[in-house]
């Protein structure tokens, strides 16, 4: 079944820092602390994501990233790290004067409703680490 999780989270940081540590895709280890590494060919992404049994890599495909709405579309074709498939993420930033106000969401696929409330629980920690990453990278880029 089709599932989706959708974030708010405000930083306290410039949209144009916060955007250039998103748009290239490249580096998201650096603020997203469940990546090992990354590594960006062309509109395909490869990231290490660490797990108890030596790490399994998730494939990506960069659907859009767009500097005048600064947003950053991707697909994960590939990884074994979720039990979820079919997933697409969608983040969006938008100015708040000084600061920086990003919509992080996903869809995917999973078989159940007690195995979406699991991962959404995650999702949503992931991705607010993650914003609280960047929100401490982009003010250093200020």
Not at 6 to 15: C, E, F, L, M, V
Not at 16 to 40: M, P
Not at 59 to 73: N, S
């Amino acid at each position: 079944m089709k599932k989706g999780i959708q974030t708010k989270h405000n930083i306290h940081a410039p949209i144009n820092a916060v955007w250039d540590l998103i748009k290239t895709g490249a580096k998201w280890e650096d603020w997203l602390s469940i990546l090992a590494d990354s590594n960006v060919d062309g509109n395909t992404r490869t990231c290490g994501v660490p797990t108890p049994d030596g790490g399994k890599d998730v494939f990506e495909e960069i659907f859009l990233a767009t500097d005048l709405e600064k947003t950053f579309v991707y697909q994960i074709q590939k990884q074994q790290s979720f039990p979820a498939s079919d997933i697409i993420g969608y983040i969006q930033l938008e100015e708040q004067g000084d600061n920086t106000k990003m919509f992080w969401s996903v869809e995917m696929d999973v078989e159940s409703d007690e195995i979406f409330n699991e991962l959404k629980e995650k999702i949503e920690h992931i991705y607010a680490e993650g914003a609280s990453n960047l929100e401490k990278l982009a003010t250093v880029a200020v």
